[in-house]
Protein backbone atom coordinates (compact mmCIF):
# COMPACT_ATOMS: atom_id res chain seq x y z
CA UNK A 1 0.00 0.00 0.00
CA UNK A 2 2.45 2.19 0.95
CA UNK A 3 4.54 1.66 -2.34
CA UNK A 4 1.28 2.56 -4.33
CA UNK A 5 1.07 5.60 -2.54
CA UNK A 6 4.58 6.73 -3.57
CA UNK A 7 3.36 5.69 -7.18
CA UNK A 8 0.33 7.83 -7.01
CA UNK A 9 2.01 10.91 -5.89
CA UNK A 10 5.33 10.59 -8.61
CA UNK A 11 2.86 10.34 -11.55
CA UNK A 12 0.87 13.70 -10.10
CA UNK A 13 4.05 15.26 -9.31
CA UNK A 14 5.03 14.21 -12.87
CA UNK A 15 2.14 15.69 -14.17
CA UNK A 16 2.72 19.00 -12.33
CA UNK A 17 6.25 19.23 -13.65
CA UNK A 18 4.90 18.51 -17.24
CA UNK A 19 2.83 22.12 -16.86
CA UNK A 20 4.35 25.19 -18.59
CA UNK A 21 4.81 28.05 -16.48
CA UNK A 22 2.62 30.20 -18.97
CA UNK A 23 -0.20 27.40 -18.27
CA UNK A 24 0.19 27.89 -14.23
CA UNK A 25 0.15 31.85 -14.60
CA UNK A 26 -2.74 31.73 -16.78
CA UNK A 27 -4.37 29.68 -14.08
CA UNK A 28 -3.50 31.64 -11.43
CA UNK A 29 -4.59 34.84 -12.97
CA UNK A 30 -7.62 33.36 -14.26
CA UNK A 31 -8.93 31.95 -11.01
CA UNK A 32 -7.82 34.99 -9.26
CA UNK A 33 -10.31 36.72 -11.57
CA UNK A 34 -12.82 34.96 -11.31
CA UNK A 35 -12.69 34.90 -7.42
CA UNK A 36 -12.19 38.33 -7.64
CA UNK A 37 -15.15 39.41 -10.14
CA UNK A 38 -17.45 36.38 -9.01
CA UNK A 39 -17.08 37.63 -5.16
CA UNK A 40 -17.71 41.17 -6.85
CA UNK A 41 -20.83 40.18 -8.15
CA UNK A 42 -22.03 38.08 -5.74
CA UNK A 43 -21.68 40.83 -3.01
CA UNK A 44 -23.04 43.39 -5.38
CA UNK A 45 -26.21 41.13 -6.14
CA UNK A 46 -26.24 40.72 -2.77
CA UNK A 47 -26.32 44.51 -1.67
CA UNK A 48 -29.01 45.24 -4.45
CA UNK A 49 -31.31 42.40 -2.60
CA UNK A 50 -31.28 43.64 0.17
CA UNK A 51 -31.19 47.48 -0.53
CA UNK A 52 -34.47 47.00 -2.34
CA UNK A 53 -35.83 44.15 0.56
CA UNK A 54 -35.25 47.70 3.23
CA UNK A 55 -37.07 50.06 0.82
CA UNK A 56 -40.08 47.66 0.44
CA UNK A 57 -40.15 47.51 3.95
CA UNK A 58 -39.40 50.83 4.50
CA UNK A 59 -43.03 51.35 1.79
CA UNK A 60 -44.95 49.31 4.11
CA UNK A 61 -44.02 50.49 7.26
CA UNK A 62 -44.63 53.74 5.77
CA UNK A 63 -48.02 52.55 4.23
CA UNK A 64 -48.93 50.93 7.87
CA UNK A 65 -48.28 53.87 9.94
CA UNK A 66 -50.13 56.02 7.80
CA UNK A 67 -53.08 53.97 7.68
CA UNK A 68 -52.97 53.75 11.48
CA UNK A 69 -52.44 57.63 11.88
CA UNK A 70 -55.50 57.91 9.36
CA UNK A 71 -57.57 55.68 11.40
CA UNK A 72 -56.32 57.30 14.90
CA UNK A 73 -57.26 60.72 13.41
CA UNK A 74 -60.52 59.47 12.36
CA UNK A 75 -61.33 58.28 15.87
CA UNK A 76 -60.15 61.51 17.31
CA UNK A 77 -62.46 64.18 15.52
CA UNK A 78 -65.70 61.63 16.03
CA UNK A 79 -64.95 61.74 19.58
CA UNK A 80 -64.08 65.04 19.58
CA UNK A 81 -67.75 65.65 17.67
CA UNK A 82 -69.69 63.69 20.37
CA UNK A 83 -67.94 66.06 22.89
CA UNK A 84 -68.42 69.00 21.31
CA UNK A 85 -72.09 67.93 20.63
CA UNK A 86 -72.59 67.62 24.52
CA UNK A 87 -70.99 71.02 25.45
CA UNK A 88 -73.39 72.75 22.83
CA UNK A 89 -75.81 75.51 24.86
CA UNK A 90 -78.68 74.65 22.70
CA UNK A 91 -78.71 71.32 23.61
CA UNK A 92 -78.33 72.05 28.07
CA UNK A 93 -82.47 71.95 28.37
CA UNK A 94 -83.38 69.41 26.29
CA UNK A 95 -81.32 66.65 28.11
CA UNK A 96 -83.44 67.06 31.61
CA UNK A 97 -86.91 67.01 29.42
CA UNK A 98 -87.68 67.41 25.76
CA UNK A 99 -86.78 64.14 24.83
CA UNK A 100 -88.47 64.60 21.55
CA UNK A 101 -86.02 67.96 20.31
CA UNK A 102 -83.55 65.89 21.96
CA UNK A 103 -84.18 62.67 19.41
CA UNK A 104 -84.34 65.41 16.62
CA UNK A 105 -80.71 66.93 17.64
CA UNK A 106 -79.89 63.16 17.47
CA UNK A 107 -80.91 62.33 14.18
CA UNK A 108 -79.28 65.23 12.86
CA UNK A 109 -76.16 64.38 14.30
CA UNK A 110 -76.10 61.04 12.67
CA UNK A 111 -77.33 62.66 9.17
CA UNK A 112 -73.98 65.18 9.35
CA UNK A 113 -71.84 62.07 10.13
CA UNK A 114 -73.17 58.64 8.78
CA UNK A 115 -70.68 56.58 10.21
CA UNK A 116 -73.11 56.86 13.72
CA UNK A 117 -74.82 54.01 13.12
CA UNK A 118 -77.00 54.70 16.49
CA UNK A 119 -76.64 57.77 18.88
CA UNK A 120 -78.66 57.52 21.91
CA UNK A 121 -79.08 59.04 25.34
CA UNK A 122 -79.47 57.17 28.45
CA UNK A 123 -80.74 58.53 32.28
CA UNK A 124 -78.56 57.57 35.34
CA UNK A 125 -80.35 54.48 35.47
CA UNK A 126 -79.59 53.31 32.21
CA UNK A 127 -82.71 53.93 30.91
CA UNK A 128 -82.73 55.37 26.63
CA UNK A 129 -84.45 58.34 26.82
CA UNK A 130 -83.69 59.86 23.13
CA UNK A 131 -82.01 58.03 19.92
CA UNK A 132 -81.99 58.26 16.82
CA UNK A 133 -84.99 56.58 14.85
CA UNK A 134 -86.41 56.15 18.32
CA UNK A 135 -84.52 52.82 18.58
CA UNK A 136 -83.80 51.36 21.79
CA UNK A 137 -86.33 54.19 23.32
CA UNK A 138 -87.50 52.77 26.55
CA UNK A 139 -85.17 49.73 26.75
CA UNK A 140 -82.08 49.46 29.53
CA UNK A 141 -78.31 49.58 28.79
CA UNK A 142 -77.62 49.87 32.16
CA UNK A 143 -75.39 46.37 32.10
CA UNK A 144 -73.77 47.69 28.35
CA UNK A 145 -69.73 47.99 29.28
CA UNK A 146 -70.06 51.70 27.46
CA UNK A 147 -72.84 53.24 29.27
CA UNK A 148 -71.01 51.91 32.69
CA UNK A 149 -68.18 53.23 32.00
CA UNK A 150 -69.81 56.32 30.49
CA UNK A 151 -71.19 57.33 33.90
CA UNK A 152 -68.12 58.44 35.30
CA UNK A 153 -65.16 58.91 31.96
CA UNK A 154 -65.42 59.50 28.27
CA UNK A 155 -64.70 56.30 26.89
CA UNK A 156 -63.87 54.81 23.39
CA UNK A 157 -64.60 51.20 23.87
CA UNK A 158 -62.94 49.00 21.20
CA UNK A 159 -64.49 46.97 17.85
CA UNK A 160 -67.66 44.29 19.26
CA UNK A 161 -70.84 42.78 17.73
CA UNK A 162 -74.45 44.39 18.06
CA UNK A 163 -75.70 43.05 20.94
CA UNK A 164 -78.89 45.00 20.99
CA UNK A 165 -79.43 46.61 18.30
CA UNK A 166 -78.91 43.45 15.91
CA UNK A 167 -82.48 42.62 15.60
CA UNK A 168 -83.43 46.47 15.16
CA UNK A 169 -80.66 47.20 12.24
CA UNK A 170 -81.10 46.21 8.67
CA UNK A 171 -79.12 42.97 7.69
CA UNK A 172 -75.59 43.75 6.22
CA UNK A 173 -75.63 42.89 1.92
CA UNK A 174 -72.67 40.59 2.70
CA UNK A 175 -74.32 38.68 5.63
CA UNK A 176 -71.78 39.73 8.02
CA UNK A 177 -72.82 41.19 11.82
CA UNK A 178 -73.21 44.73 12.42
CA UNK A 179 -69.50 45.73 14.53
CA UNK A 180 -69.10 49.05 16.52
CA UNK A 181 -66.85 50.88 17.93
CA UNK A 182 -68.22 52.90 21.29
CA UNK A 183 -68.05 56.49 22.10
CA UNK A 184 -69.72 57.51 25.40
CA UNK A 185 -69.55 60.58 28.11
CA UNK A 186 -71.26 61.40 31.21
CA UNK A 187 -73.32 64.58 30.66
CA UNK A 188 -73.73 66.88 33.50
CA UNK A 189 -75.52 70.60 34.01
CA UNK A 190 -73.85 73.71 35.13
CA UNK A 191 -73.47 72.54 38.59
CA UNK A 192 -71.94 69.24 37.50
CA UNK A 193 -74.63 67.08 38.00
CA UNK A 194 -75.08 64.10 36.30
CA UNK A 195 -77.67 63.97 33.83
CA UNK A 196 -77.18 61.07 31.89
CA UNK A 197 -74.77 59.66 29.19
CA UNK A 198 -74.76 60.11 25.80
CA UNK A 199 -73.87 57.17 23.88
CA UNK A 200 -72.69 56.77 19.89
CA UNK A 201 -72.05 53.61 17.91
CA UNK A 202 -69.87 53.81 14.98
CA UNK A 203 -70.22 51.36 12.25
CA UNK A 204 -66.78 49.81 11.61
CA UNK A 205 -67.73 49.39 8.00
CA UNK A 206 -66.07 52.87 8.25
CA UNK A 207 -62.46 51.33 8.81
CA UNK A 208 -63.04 48.53 5.99
CA UNK A 209 -63.57 51.38 3.57
CA UNK A 210 -60.76 53.17 5.02
CA UNK A 211 -58.70 49.77 4.06
CA UNK A 212 -60.20 49.45 1.05
CA UNK A 213 -58.84 52.72 -0.29
CA UNK A 214 -55.68 51.96 0.59
CA UNK A 215 -55.57 48.98 -0.67
CA UNK A 216 -56.97 50.14 -4.07
CA UNK A 217 -53.86 53.45 -4.15
CA UNK A 218 -50.87 51.02 -3.46
CA UNK A 219 -49.65 51.06 -7.09
CA UNK A 220 -50.56 47.57 -8.36
CA UNK A 221 -47.87 46.90 -5.70
CA UNK A 222 -50.62 43.80 -4.03
CA UNK A 223 -50.42 45.31 -0.72
CA UNK A 224 -52.99 43.62 1.72
CA UNK A 225 -53.63 45.60 4.56
CA UNK A 226 -55.23 44.60 8.27
CA UNK A 227 -56.50 45.70 11.46
CA UNK A 228 -55.42 44.10 14.14
CA UNK A 229 -56.51 44.25 17.67
CA UNK A 230 -53.89 44.83 20.75
CA UNK A 231 -54.89 41.06 21.67
CA UNK A 232 -53.88 39.48 17.82
CA UNK A 233 -57.38 39.22 16.04
CA UNK A 234 -58.06 40.27 13.44
CA UNK A 235 -60.57 43.22 13.52
CA UNK A 236 -60.29 44.17 9.21
CA UNK A 237 -58.65 42.10 6.31
CA UNK A 238 -58.17 38.00 5.82
CA UNK A 239 -59.35 35.88 8.81
CA UNK A 240 -61.80 38.02 10.14
CA UNK A 241 -62.20 37.56 13.75
CA UNK A 242 -59.63 34.96 14.09
CA UNK A 243 -56.37 35.33 16.03
CA UNK A 244 -53.67 35.86 13.70
CA UNK A 245 -50.47 36.68 15.84
CA UNK A 246 -50.21 35.75 19.51
CA UNK A 247 -47.28 34.82 22.31
CA UNK A 248 -43.86 36.54 21.44
CA UNK A 249 -44.76 37.33 17.99
CA UNK A 250 -47.47 39.67 19.56
CA UNK A 251 -45.13 40.52 22.56
CA UNK A 252 -42.70 41.72 20.25
CA UNK A 253 -45.21 43.35 18.19
CA UNK A 254 -46.38 45.62 21.00
CA UNK A 255 -43.27 46.51 22.51
CA UNK A 256 -41.71 47.70 19.76
CA UNK A 257 -44.61 49.14 18.15
CA UNK A 258 -43.16 49.60 14.42
CA UNK A 259 -41.03 47.11 12.23
CA UNK A 260 -41.01 44.57 9.88
CA UNK A 261 -40.82 40.82 9.26
CA UNK A 262 -40.98 37.58 7.44
CA UNK A 263 -44.02 35.28 7.38
CA UNK A 264 -45.10 32.25 5.61
CA UNK A 265 -48.70 31.57 5.89
CA UNK A 266 -49.98 29.05 2.86
CA UNK A 267 -47.06 28.26 1.80
CA UNK A 268 -46.59 31.52 0.38
CA UNK A 269 -43.50 34.04 1.57
CA UNK A 270 -44.68 37.35 2.75
CA UNK A 271 -43.03 40.73 3.93
CA UNK A 272 -44.96 42.34 6.60
CA UNK A 273 -44.63 45.40 7.74
CA UNK A 274 -46.30 46.23 11.75
CA UNK A 275 -47.73 50.04 12.86
CA UNK A 276 -49.42 49.91 16.61
CA UNK A 277 -51.60 53.23 16.72
CA UNK A 278 -50.20 55.59 19.20
CA UNK A 279 -54.02 57.53 19.35
CA UNK A 280 -54.44 61.13 18.27
CA UNK A 281 -54.83 64.48 20.45
CA UNK A 282 -57.50 63.60 23.34
CA UNK A 283 -57.73 60.23 21.54
CA UNK A 284 -55.76 58.03 23.34
CA UNK A 285 -55.76 54.85 21.41
CA UNK A 286 -56.85 51.44 21.64
CA UNK A 287 -53.32 50.25 20.73
CA UNK A 288 -54.66 48.84 17.18
CA UNK A 289 -52.26 47.10 14.88
CA UNK A 290 -52.02 47.74 11.50
CA UNK A 291 -50.13 45.69 9.15
CA UNK A 292 -49.14 45.66 5.18
CA UNK A 293 -48.35 42.42 3.90
CA UNK A 294 -46.84 42.06 0.26
CA UNK A 295 -45.39 38.64 -1.23
CA UNK A 296 -42.10 38.73 -1.72
CA UNK A 297 -41.80 37.16 -5.01
CA UNK A 298 -43.75 40.83 -6.35
CA UNK A 299 -41.85 42.86 -4.01
CA UNK A 300 -38.23 41.75 -4.63
CA UNK A 301 -39.07 40.74 -8.57
CA UNK A 302 -37.23 44.16 -9.48
CA UNK A 303 -34.10 42.98 -6.56
CA UNK A 304 -34.02 39.48 -8.39
CA UNK A 305 -34.18 40.91 -11.43
CA UNK A 306 -30.89 43.18 -10.96
CA UNK A 307 -29.00 40.34 -8.88
CA UNK A 308 -29.69 38.23 -11.80
CA UNK A 309 -28.21 40.92 -14.36
CA UNK A 310 -25.17 41.30 -12.00
CA UNK A 311 -24.18 37.88 -11.98
CA UNK A 312 -24.41 37.52 -16.05
CA UNK A 313 -22.52 40.38 -16.25
CA UNK A 314 -19.81 39.68 -13.33
CA UNK A 315 -19.53 36.10 -15.39
CA UNK A 316 -18.99 38.06 -19.17
CA UNK A 317 -16.43 40.20 -17.15
CA UNK A 318 -15.35 36.75 -15.64
CA UNK A 319 -14.71 35.31 -18.95
CA UNK A 320 -12.98 38.39 -20.53
CA UNK A 321 -10.60 38.23 -17.16
CA UNK A 322 -9.49 34.69 -17.89
CA UNK A 323 -8.79 35.39 -22.14
CA UNK A 324 -6.81 38.10 -20.88
CA UNK A 325 -4.83 36.20 -18.76
CA UNK A 326 -3.78 33.41 -20.87
CA UNK A 327 -2.19 36.59 -23.31
CA UNK A 328 -0.67 38.06 -20.24
CA UNK A 329 0.86 34.75 -19.17
CA UNK A 330 2.25 33.72 -23.08
CA UNK A 331 4.12 36.99 -22.62
CA UNK A 332 5.66 36.69 -19.29
CA UNK A 333 6.36 33.22 -19.34
CA UNK A 334 8.67 33.51 -23.19
CA UNK A 335 12.11 34.68 -21.17
CA UNK A 336 11.93 31.68 -18.85
CA UNK A 337 10.59 29.00 -21.54
CA UNK A 338 14.28 26.95 -21.18
CA UNK A 339 14.03 27.00 -17.43
CA UNK A 340 10.70 25.26 -17.53
CA UNK A 341 11.49 22.70 -19.70
CA UNK A 342 14.78 22.11 -17.48
CA UNK A 343 11.84 22.03 -14.50
CA UNK A 344 10.00 19.43 -16.75
CA UNK A 345 12.96 17.32 -17.16
CA UNK A 346 13.87 17.21 -13.36
CA UNK A 347 10.19 16.53 -12.68
CA UNK A 348 10.22 13.57 -14.72
CA UNK A 349 13.51 12.27 -13.71
CA UNK A 350 13.04 12.03 -9.76
CA UNK A 351 10.10 12.52 -6.89
CA UNK A 352 9.02 16.03 -5.92
CA UNK A 353 11.50 15.60 -2.88
CA UNK A 354 14.38 15.10 -4.54
CA UNK A 355 14.69 17.65 -7.09
CA UNK A 356 18.75 18.40 -8.50
CA UNK A 357 20.27 21.40 -8.12
CA UNK A 358 20.94 23.03 -11.07
CA UNK A 359 23.18 25.50 -12.45
CA UNK A 360 23.39 27.62 -15.84
CA UNK A 361 21.78 30.87 -14.71
CA UNK A 362 20.32 33.19 -11.80
CA UNK A 363 17.24 32.24 -12.64
CA UNK A 364 17.45 28.31 -12.95
CA UNK A 365 19.46 28.38 -9.39
CA UNK A 366 16.73 30.95 -7.94
CA UNK A 367 13.74 28.23 -9.56
CA UNK A 368 15.71 25.62 -8.10
CA UNK A 369 16.23 26.53 -4.30
CA UNK A 370 12.72 27.57 -4.17
CA UNK A 371 11.04 24.10 -5.48
CA UNK A 372 13.11 22.05 -3.12
CA UNK A 373 12.22 24.84 -0.31
CA UNK A 374 8.56 24.33 -1.46
CA UNK A 375 8.65 20.60 -1.52
CA UNK A 376 9.95 20.75 2.05
CA UNK A 377 7.23 22.82 3.17
CA UNK A 378 4.39 21.05 1.72
CA UNK A 379 5.49 17.96 3.94
CA UNK A 380 6.28 19.93 6.82
CA UNK A 381 2.66 21.79 6.66
CA UNK A 382 1.09 18.16 5.70
CA UNK A 383 1.67 16.92 8.77
CA UNK A 384 1.07 20.27 10.75
CA UNK A 385 -2.36 20.18 9.06
CA UNK A 386 -2.79 16.33 10.46
CA UNK A 387 -2.33 17.09 13.82
CA UNK A 388 -4.08 19.90 13.53
CA UNK A 389 -6.82 17.95 12.48
CA UNK A 390 -6.03 15.65 15.01
CA UNK A 391 -7.11 18.16 17.78
CA UNK A 392 -9.52 19.72 16.40
CA UNK A 393 -11.53 16.43 16.32
CA UNK A 394 -10.88 15.86 19.90
CA UNK A 395 -12.01 19.34 20.54
CA UNK A 396 -15.44 18.59 18.94
CA UNK A 397 -16.11 15.63 20.92
CA UNK A 398 -15.10 17.40 23.84
CA UNK A 399 -16.86 19.98 22.82
CA UNK A 400 -20.09 17.69 22.00
CA UNK A 401 -19.79 16.22 25.56
CA UNK A 402 -19.84 19.35 27.37
CA UNK A 403 -22.73 20.99 25.08
CA UNK A 404 -25.14 17.44 25.51
CA UNK A 405 -24.30 18.06 29.81
CA UNK A 406 -25.06 21.64 29.59
CA UNK A 407 -28.52 20.80 27.93
CA UNK A 408 -29.05 18.72 30.59
CA UNK A 409 -28.54 21.04 33.18
CA UNK A 410 -30.46 24.12 31.48
CA UNK A 411 -33.81 21.67 31.28
CA UNK A 412 -33.39 19.50 34.55
CA UNK A 413 -34.46 20.17 38.28
CA UNK A 414 -31.32 20.51 39.92
CA UNK A 415 -32.37 18.18 42.83
CA UNK A 416 -35.11 15.67 41.25
CA UNK A 417 -33.69 15.40 37.86
CA UNK A 418 -36.72 16.05 36.61
CA UNK A 419 -37.60 18.57 33.89
CA UNK A 420 -37.88 22.13 35.11
CA UNK A 421 -40.67 24.83 34.79
CA UNK A 422 -39.17 26.23 31.40
CA UNK A 423 -38.22 22.80 29.74
CA UNK A 424 -41.47 21.70 31.15
CA UNK A 425 -43.77 24.45 29.53
CA UNK A 426 -41.65 24.37 26.20
CA UNK A 427 -42.34 20.15 25.83
CA UNK A 428 -46.41 20.88 26.83
CA UNK A 429 -46.93 23.48 24.44
CA UNK A 430 -45.80 20.99 21.46
CA UNK A 431 -47.90 18.20 23.14
CA UNK A 432 -50.81 21.01 23.54
CA UNK A 433 -50.62 21.98 19.55
CA UNK A 434 -50.01 18.56 18.85
CA UNK A 435 -53.89 17.54 20.60
CA UNK A 436 -55.86 20.82 19.40
CA UNK A 437 -54.73 19.40 15.44
CA UNK A 438 -55.52 16.10 15.97
CA UNK A 439 -58.08 16.11 18.38
CA UNK A 440 -56.44 13.94 20.84
CA UNK A 441 -56.65 13.90 24.99
CA UNK A 442 -53.84 15.16 26.88
CA UNK A 443 -54.21 15.68 31.17
CA UNK A 444 -52.54 17.43 33.48
CA UNK A 445 -51.82 16.48 37.20
CA UNK A 446 -50.64 18.96 39.81
CA UNK A 447 -49.37 16.95 42.99
CA UNK A 448 -48.21 19.06 45.83
CA UNK A 449 -46.85 17.47 49.28
CA UNK A 450 -49.22 17.64 52.23
CA UNK A 451 -48.15 19.73 55.49
CA UNK A 452 -44.66 20.44 53.87
CA UNK A 453 -43.50 23.21 56.16
CA UNK A 454 -44.15 20.81 59.24
CA UNK A 455 -42.01 18.12 57.70
CA UNK A 456 -39.06 21.24 57.08
CA UNK A 457 -39.55 22.46 60.84
CA UNK A 458 -40.15 19.27 62.23
CA UNK A 459 -37.46 17.58 60.75
CA UNK A 460 -34.82 19.79 58.87
CA UNK A 461 -35.23 21.10 55.37
CA UNK A 462 -32.54 17.88 54.34
CA UNK A 463 -35.24 15.38 55.39
CA UNK A 464 -37.59 17.99 52.89
CA UNK A 465 -35.24 17.46 49.88
CA UNK A 466 -35.07 14.04 50.55
CA UNK A 467 -38.49 13.81 50.58
CA UNK A 468 -38.98 16.06 47.75
CA UNK A 469 -36.35 13.55 45.61
CA UNK A 470 -38.29 10.05 46.84
CA UNK A 471 -41.67 11.63 45.66
CA UNK A 472 -40.08 12.62 42.45
CA UNK A 473 -39.02 8.97 42.16
CA UNK A 474 -42.40 7.54 42.51
CA UNK A 475 -43.67 9.68 40.08
CA UNK A 476 -41.47 9.38 37.57
CA UNK A 477 -41.76 5.24 38.24
CA UNK A 478 -45.95 5.67 37.30
CA UNK A 479 -45.82 7.16 33.86
CA UNK A 480 -45.36 6.66 31.14
CA UNK A 481 -41.84 7.25 28.77
CA UNK A 482 -44.45 9.32 26.68
CA UNK A 483 -45.53 11.49 30.17
CA UNK A 484 -43.70 14.39 31.25
CA UNK A 485 -42.93 14.95 34.77
CA UNK A 486 -41.55 18.70 35.75
CA UNK A 487 -41.26 20.14 39.72
CA UNK A 488 -42.43 23.44 39.36
CA UNK A 489 -40.52 24.79 42.56
CA UNK A 490 -40.89 24.35 46.25
CA UNK A 491 -42.82 20.73 46.81
CA UNK A 492 -45.16 21.19 43.54
CA UNK A 493 -44.83 18.66 40.98
CA UNK A 494 -46.95 18.98 37.62
CA UNK A 495 -47.17 16.19 35.24
CA UNK A 496 -48.39 16.06 31.62
CA UNK A 497 -50.24 12.59 30.58
CA UNK A 498 -50.48 11.68 26.48
CA UNK A 499 -53.36 9.81 25.37
CA UNK A 500 -55.40 10.18 28.70
CA UNK A 501 -58.95 10.71 29.64
CA UNK A 502 -60.63 11.66 32.98
CA UNK A 503 -60.73 7.82 33.85
CA UNK A 504 -57.37 7.03 33.07
CA UNK A 505 -56.17 10.65 34.93
CA UNK A 506 -58.13 9.61 37.84
CA UNK A 507 -56.52 6.27 37.93
CA UNK A 508 -53.07 6.97 37.94
CA UNK A 509 -53.89 10.31 39.98
CA UNK A 510 -54.45 7.37 42.48
CA UNK A 511 -52.15 5.46 41.79
CA UNK A 512 -49.14 8.30 42.21
CA UNK A 513 -51.39 8.79 46.29
CA UNK A 514 -51.32 5.75 46.95
CA UNK A 515 -47.58 4.68 46.37
CA UNK A 516 -46.24 8.26 47.88
CA UNK A 517 -48.91 7.40 51.09
CA UNK A 518 -47.35 3.95 51.70
CA UNK A 519 -43.67 5.09 50.90
CA UNK A 520 -41.27 5.73 53.97
CA UNK A 521 -38.82 8.38 53.25
CA UNK A 522 -36.05 9.44 54.73
CA UNK A 523 -32.40 8.31 55.03
CA UNK A 524 -29.91 7.22 58.27
CA UNK A 525 -32.22 6.90 61.52
CA UNK A 526 -34.80 9.11 60.50
CA UNK A 527 -38.08 8.00 58.87
CA UNK A 528 -41.36 9.75 58.09
CA UNK A 529 -44.30 9.36 55.64
CA UNK A 530 -45.78 11.69 53.53
CA UNK A 531 -49.27 12.26 51.59
CA UNK A 532 -49.82 14.41 48.68
CA UNK A 533 -52.76 16.50 47.08
CA UNK A 534 -52.97 16.14 43.26
CA UNK A 535 -55.92 18.61 40.78
CA UNK A 536 -56.63 16.85 37.38
CA UNK A 537 -57.64 18.83 34.48
CA UNK A 538 -58.14 17.39 30.75
CA UNK A 539 -57.96 19.40 27.98
CA UNK A 540 -60.76 21.38 26.69
CA UNK A 541 -61.03 22.94 23.15
CA UNK A 542 -61.85 26.19 24.78
CA UNK A 543 -58.16 26.23 26.18
CA UNK A 544 -56.29 29.00 24.47
CA UNK A 545 -52.44 27.28 25.51
CA UNK A 546 -51.05 24.52 28.31
CA UNK A 547 -51.51 27.43 30.69
CA UNK A 548 -55.51 27.21 30.71
CA UNK A 549 -55.19 23.30 31.58
CA UNK A 550 -52.54 24.07 34.20
CA UNK A 551 -54.75 26.57 35.77
CA UNK A 552 -57.78 23.88 35.86
CA UNK A 553 -55.57 21.69 37.41
CA UNK A 554 -54.41 24.39 40.17
CA UNK A 555 -57.87 24.60 41.10
CA UNK A 556 -58.26 21.32 41.02
CA UNK A 557 -55.58 21.32 43.81
CA UNK A 558 -56.67 23.82 45.68
CA UNK A 559 -60.41 22.12 46.33
CA UNK A 560 -58.24 18.61 47.00
CA UNK A 561 -56.29 20.66 50.09
CA UNK A 562 -59.45 22.64 51.31
CA UNK A 563 -61.51 19.41 51.22
CA UNK A 564 -59.10 16.92 53.56
CA UNK A 565 -55.70 16.96 51.50
CA UNK A 566 -54.40 13.07 50.54
CA UNK A 567 -56.50 13.15 47.87
CA UNK A 568 -57.66 13.57 43.93
CA UNK A 569 -59.66 16.17 42.41
CA UNK A 570 -60.80 16.42 39.10
CA UNK A 571 -61.24 19.95 37.84
CA UNK A 572 -64.00 19.77 35.00
CA UNK A 573 -63.94 22.48 31.70
CA UNK A 574 -67.04 23.38 32.00
CA UNK A 575 -68.55 26.66 33.44
CA UNK A 576 -70.42 25.48 36.91
CA UNK A 577 -67.77 22.88 37.26
CA UNK A 578 -70.11 20.23 39.29
CA UNK A 579 -67.42 18.95 41.92
CA UNK A 580 -66.36 14.94 41.10
CA UNK A 581 -63.69 14.32 43.93
CA UNK A 582 -61.52 11.16 42.42
Known sequence: MRNLFQKLADRLQAFKDRLSVRAQITAAVAAMVIALVGALATGAAFVSYRNTAELVNTRLASVASTTAERLDRYMALRQQEVHLFSKLEPMRPLWQGDHASLRKALEQLQSSFTDFAWIGFAKPDGTVVASTGGMLEGASVAQRPWFRTGLHDPIVG??????????????????????????????????GNLLGVLGAHLDWQWARNLIASAEANDGGTDTTLSVLSRAGAVLVGPGTTTTKYSGDRLGDILRTRTGAFTEKPADQNLLTA????????????????????????????????????????????????????????????????????????????????????????????????????????????????????????????????????????????????????????????????FAHRYKRNIATLMIDIDHFKKINDNHGHHVGDVAIKRIAEIISSNIKSTDRAARFGGEEFVVLLREADELTAQALANRIRNAIELAIIGEGETRISATVSIGIALIADSDRDVQDMIERADQGLYVAKNTGRNRCFFMPASEDRSIRAA
Do not use: C
Open 158 to 191: DVHEAALLSSLLAKRADGEPHRFVDIALPVRDTD
Open 274 to 433: YYVSRGHRDYQGLNWIVTASQPSDVALAAAVHSAKTILVIGAIAGLVGVILAFFIARQIARPIHAITLEADRIGRASGPTMLPRQNGSLEVVQLTRALRSLLRRIGFAEERTKEAELRATENAMQFKDDLTKLRRLADTDYLTDLMNRRAFLAAADDAME
